[in-house]
């Protein structure tokens, strides 16, 4: 197997709250990694779509809503090892486990979220256009 299926389908966590939280825990600090470099790409795509005529735009996001995101995303992190622990308890083991699933849906949803801003301000470029040639 290569690295990034490695990385992306795991074998699951030891079948006890203390080895799901375990198994989470270590897992958070390529999760931080991937969503923050995706939050400065997409810092910088929309920095240089706000400079795009026409109307280039100064307002800039804050550097507040950054940070709240950041502890935000991290929070939600938690409900991972809260859900799979849930499952776990409710399925009293005959359920398989959802860590590696539940790890990739909320990556992807970390990483689409974080790229959001960057559409929204993709989005008001082209009607800064339309509005130029309407």
């Given at each position: 197997?290569?690295?990034?299926?490695?990385?992306?389908?795991?074998?699951?966590?030891?079948?006890?709250?203390?080895?799901?939280?375990?198994?989470?825990?270590?897992?958070?600090?390529?999760?931080?990694?991937?969503?923050?470099?995706?939050?400065?790409?997409?810092?910088?795509?929309?920095?240089?779509?706000?400079?795009?005529?026409?109307?280039?735009?100064?307002?800039?996001?804050d550097w507040r809503a950054i940070v709240?995101?950041?502890?935000?995303?991290?929070?939600?992190?938690?409900?991972?090892?809260?859900?799979?622990?849930?499952?776990?308890?409710?399925?009293?083991?005959?359920?398989?486990?959802?860590?590696?699933?539940?790890?990739?849906?909320?990556?992807?949803?970390?990483?689409?979220?974080?790229?959001l801003p960057t559409m929204i301000v993709g989005l008001d470029w082209?009607?800064?256009?339309?509005?130029?040639?309407?």
């Amino acid at each position: 197997m290569t690295e990034l299926t490695e990385f992306l389908f795991p074998a699951p966590a030891r079948r006890s709250t203390a080895g799901i939280v375990r198994w989470w825990e270590s897992r958070r600090l390529a999760y931080n990694l991937i969503v923050g470099a995706t939050g400065a790409l997409s810092l910088v795509a929309i920095r240089v779509i706000t400079w795009l005529p026409p109307a280039p735009r100064s307002d800039f996001l804050d550097w507040r809503a950054i940070v709240v995101f950041g502890v935000l995303a991290n929070l939600f992190y938690l409900l991972g090892p809260a859900v799979e622990i849930g499952v776990e308890k409710l399925g009293r083991g005959r359920i398989l486990p959802t860590g590696p699933t539940l790890y990739r849906m909320g990556l992807t949803f970390s990483v689409g979220l974080t790229f959001l801003p960057t559409m929204i301000v993709g989005l008001d470029w082209a009607f800064r256009i339309l509005r130029v040639l309407l």
